[in-house]
């Protein structure tokens, strides 16, 4: 069974950090492009980063400078390093598996940053 599983979550002050992480299980890790997804309540799901299978990423406007995504395909994780967290940031973070029509999606983990 495919598992998609993310942790790192929590509380901080504004200004602070986190790192996400997302371990997968089942799948040809290698062979997928990873995504980190975020969702507020009564908000559609928001794409935040993507890393490829070379290692290419993109980042939502709204994160770039202060978020990074990498991959470890050697331990089949994929982790967001969130820097200068801001009130916005609050949210559940998902994270994806695609590879062409396939997906898969973690649980997600709560992020919350207090002002």
Known sequence: Q???VESGGGLVQTGGSLRLS???????FSLY??????????????LVAVVTRGDGTDYADSVKGRFTI??????????????????EDT??????AQRTATQYWGQGTQVTVSS
């Open 22 to 28: 997302c371990t997968a299980s089942q799948i040809a």
């Open 91 to 96: 949210a559940v973070y998902y994270c994806n």
């Open 33 to 46: 492009i990873m995504k980190w997804y975020r969702q507020t309540p009564g908000k559609e799901r928001e």
């Open 2 to 4: 495919v598992q998609l």
């Open 70 to 87: 990498s991959r470890d395909n050697a331990k089949d994780t994929v982790f967001l390093q969130m820097n200068s967290l801001k009130p």
